[in-house]
Nanobody, 113 residues
Framework: VQLVESGGGLVNPGESLRLSCEAS????????MSWYRQHPGKEREWVAT????????NYVDSVKGRFTISRDDAKNTVYLQMNSLKFEDSAVYYC???????WGQGTQVTVSS
């Protein structure tokens, strides 16, 4: 199993980023996928989940209306579109499978003026 996140970077408050997580080594289309983030010195925090087939999507309250999780099963990729970014969104973002807990290496998002 391999999960490779990309798309992180340094942006100003209010700007956008799209994170990607390319998966391999398992049946992606039948796997629930999630995004988590970890702020420095804090535990990893759940951000969003999309079920296999995309029929159910959930977000942590702090990102509702700003972030959108989606998936492209043909590309074995899950995305996190992040709009109206805030300072507090700065973190390392990880994708994860469920129920088997496989994690990517993370991608750094920094929101700074």
């Amino acid at each position: 199993v391999q999960l490779v996140e990309s798309g992180g970077g340094l942006v100003n408050p209010g700007e956008s980023l799209r994170l990607s997580c390319e998966a391999s080594g398992f049946s992606f289309s039948t796997t629930v996928m999630s995004w988590y983030r970890q702020h420095p010195g804090k535990e990893r925090e759940w951000v969003a989940t999309i079920t296999d087939g995309g029929g159910m999507i959930n977000y942590v309250d702090s990102v509702k209306g700003r972030f959108t999780i989606s998936r492209d099963d043909a590309k074995n990729t899950v995305y996190l579109q992040m709009n109206s970014l805030k300072f507090e969104d700065s973190a390392v973002y990880y994708c994860k499978t469920w129920p088997d807990d496989h994690w990517g290496q993370g991608t750094q998002v920094t929101v700074s003026s």
